[in-house]
C-alpha cells in the first residue's frame, strides 16, 4: 500500500536561509510525486509534480524537489526562504488509478 | 477560468443533525475528489467519482458518509447524525481524468464543518 511520510511536523527558518522538507514515500509500483502548499484559510496549490520525466523538478515560487528512487524520497528545496513562504506543506503520492495519499504536513515558519 | 468552489464555506451545526456540502468542479474535470483535513489526522480521502463509473468509497469512514455526483459535474457530500469528531474542513478536488494518474487535481477552498 501506498504511504508518505514527512519528516518533522514543523520547519523554521530564517529569511533567505535554506528551505528543507523531507518526504518518503512507499509505493508498490513506480509513483507519482506531488508537493502542494496550504497558505492560512486558503486550499491546496500546486507547486511541482512527478511523473517518471526528469528528476529533479522545478515548481512555482522558487522551489524544487528531486525524485530518488534508491532512498524513496522526494525532499522539497528552495535555496533563499522568504517570508511569504510560511506555509503548511504536503506531501503526496498517486498510484495509477487511485485517489491522493498525503502526508501529515510540515509547517514552514520564516523569521526575519 | 473558474476553479472548484464549495459551499457554504463555514457550517456549524448541532450533533445529530444531518447536513450537506457541495462541491462544483472545474467544468470538463470528469473525477472528483472528497477529502477531510482535521487536526491530528491530517488530509484523508474519503471518496472520488470518475464519469460513470461506480464511485471509489473506500475512505469513508462510517455508513453516516455518503456522496452523490448528478450529471456528472456537482457533487453533494452529505453526514447524516453528525458527530463531533466529523469536525473538519471537507476539501474537494477535481481533475481531467482518473486514469492519466499525473493529472493535476485542482483544490477547492473548502467547508470548514463544526460540530457542536
Known amino acids: 500500500a501506498q504511504s508518505v511520510t514527512q519528516l518533522g511536523s514543523h520547519v523554521s527558518v530564517s529569511e533567505g536561509a535554506l528551505v528543507l522538507l523531507r518526504c518518503n514515500y512507499s509505493s508498490s509500483v513506480p509513483p507519482y510525486l506531488f508537493w502542494y502548499v496550504q497558505y492560512p484559510n486558503q486550499g491546496l496549490q500546486l507547486l511541482l509534480k512527478?511523473?517518471?520525466?526528469?528528476?529533479l523538478v522545478k515548481g512555482i515560487n522558487g522551489f524544487e524537489a528531486e525524485f530518488k528512487k534508491s532512498e524513496t524520497s522526494f525532499h522539497l528545496t528552495k535555496p533563499s526562504a522568504h517570508m511569504s513562504d510560511a506555509a503548511e506543506y504536503f506531501c503526496?503520492?498517486?498510484?495509477?488509478?487511485?485517489?491522493?495519499?498525503f502526508g501529515k504536513g510540515t509547517t514552514l515558519s520564516v523569521s526575519s | 477560468g473558474a476553479g472548484v468552489s464549495q459551499s457554504p464555506s463555514n457550517k456549524v451545526t448541532e450533533k445529530g443533525k444531518d447536513v450537506e456540502l457541495r462541491c462544483d468542479p472545474i467544468?470538463?474535470?470528469?473525477?472528483l475528489y472528497w477529502y477531510r483535513q482535521s487536526l491530528g489526522q491530517g488530509l484523508e480521502f474519503l471518496i472520488y467519482?470518475?464519469?460513470?463509473?461506480?464511485?471509489?468509497k473506500s475512505g469513508l469512514p462510517s455508513d453516516r458518509f455518503s456522496a452523490e455526483r448528478t450529471g456528472g459535474s456537482v457533487s453533494t457530500l452529505t453526514i447524516q447524525r453528525t458527530q463531533q469528531e466529523d469536525s473538519a474542513v471537507y476539501l474537494c478536488?477535481?481533475?481531467?481524468?482518473?486514469?492519466?494518474?499525473?493529472?493535476?487535481?485542482?483544490f477547492g477552498p473548502g467547508t470548514r464543518l463544526t460540530v457542536t
Open positions: 467519482f470518475q464519469g460513470n463509473s461506480a464511485p471509489d
Open positions: 512527478y511523473t517518471s520525466a526528469a528528476t
Open positions: 467544468s470538463g474535470h470528469t473525477a
Open positions: 503526496a503520492v498517486r498510484e495509477a488509478g487511485t485517489a491522493l495519499i
Open positions: 478536488a477535481s481533475s481531467f481524468r482518473l486514469a492519466g494518474a499525473s493529472y493535476e487535481q485542482y
